[in-house]
């Protein structure tokens, strides 16, 4: 599994916000970060420091 795949399932990220169509890198960069910034994963303050932290390693 990618890095980018693990993140999303470690994540618990609904797969129906990241479009199918849009399965490169930086498409699916941009969705885990716009994922945070509207306020998914807002409530979930540990998750929010994990999502950064891993994608900061991803890169």
């Known amino acids: 599994m990618g ?3 693990y993140l999303i399932k470690e994540l618990d990220i609904n797969k ?12 699916k960069i941009k969705y885990i970060v716009e ?5 998914y994963l807002f409530f979930v303050k540990e998750k929010v420091l994990k999502i ?8």
Request: aromatic share 14%.
């Open 16 to 27: 129906k916000f990241l479009q199918s169509k849009k399965d490169q890198t930086l498409y």
């Open 3 to 5: 890095n980018y795949a």
């Open 35 to 39: 994922y945070v910034k509207t306020g």
């Open 52 to 59: 950064l932290i891993l994608l900061i390693l991803c890169v």
